[in-house]
C-alpha cells in the first residue's frame, strides 16, 4: 500500500523585518512550537506514522514543523519547493485588500486571476503542486510518505485524490487546522485513492 500523509505546519509569525518591507514568513509561533512539538509526541509514542520519507515545503513554518518531527520518524527532512504555499503576492498587497479582489472574482475568473505580476495564479499553483504530489506518489510506490505542507497545498491534494483537476472549491473546502494530519491511502492492486482520515488533531487538546 501507498501512503501519503499531510502534515499543516503549526502556528507561525508573519510579519515584516525590521519594521520594513514586505510581510515574510517569520516561523514557528510560540503556540507553533507547543502544537509541533505535541504532534511528535504523539507520533513517538504511538508509532503509528512508520515512515519511509519525509519532505517538507522550504518555507521557514514548514521547515520548522518538520525539524520538530524529525528525531519522532527518524528521518530527515527533504526540503521541496513546488510543495511550498500558493505564491500569490509578494508580500506588499495588505491582506484586506487581498480578500476584497477575491471576493469581487467569479468562481471562474478566480482560477486565472494575477494579483501581482511574477506570481502564481491560483490555476498555476494548483498544477505546480498536483505536479509535484505526482512526481513524490510515483517515486514512493508502496512507501509512505510524510509530507509537512500549508493548507492551500493540502486543498490541492483533495483535487489531485480525488481527481478534480483544477476545480475550485465552489460550495465547501477540506478544513485543515495547525499541526493536523490528513491521510491518503492507494491499496494493492487499486488505481482508487481512500481518504483514511482528515485534519486529525486530537494530539493539540490541552497544548
Not at 92 to 100: N, R, T
Not at 117 to 143: D, M, P, W, Y
Request: with cysteine; charged share 20%; proline share 3%.
Amino acid at each position: 500500500m501507498t501512503s501519503i500523509v499531510l502534515i499543516r505546519h503549526a502556528a507561525y509569525n508573519e510579519g515584516q523585518v525590521g519594521g520594513a518591507g514586505p510581510r515574510v514568513d517569520l516561523g514557528l509561533s510560540d503556540e507553533g512550537k507547543l502544537q509541533a512539538q505535541a504532534l511528535a509526541d504523539r507520533l513517538r509514542l504511538s508509532e503509528e506514522i512508520k515512515a519511509d520519507a519525509l519532505y517538507a515545503s522550504t518555507l521557514p513554518r514548514a521547515r520548522q514543523t518538520a525539524a520538530l518531527l524529525t528525531p519522532a520518524l527518524g528521518l530527515p527532512a527533504v526540503l521541496e519547493g513546488n510543495l511550498e504555499e500558493w505564491r500569490s503576492g509578494d508580500g506588499h498587497m495588505d491582506e484586506a485588500d487581498f480578500a476584497a479582489t477575491w471576493q469581487g472574482l467569479n468562481d471562474r475568473d478566480r482560477l486565472f486571476h494575477r494579483f501581482v505580476e511574477g506570481c502564481e495564479t491560483a490555476i498555476e499553483f494548483s498544477a505546480r503542486v498536483q505536479s509535484a504530489l505526482h512526481a513524490i506518489v510515483k517515486k514512493h510506490v508502496g512507501q509512505t510518505v510524510v509530507l509537512v505542507v500549508h493548507g492551500g497545498v493540502m486543498q490541492v491534494a483533495f483535487q489531485y485524490f480525488f481527481g478534480y483537476g483544477d476545480a475550485a472549491f465552489r460550495r465547501a473546502y477540506p478544513a485543515a487546522d495547525y499541526a493536523s494530519i490528513t491521510r491518503w491511502n492507494l491499496p494493492m492492486n487499486t488505481t482508487k485513492w481512500v481518504l483514511e482520515s482528515s485534519n486529525d488533531t486530537h494530539h493539540l487538546k490541552g497544548a
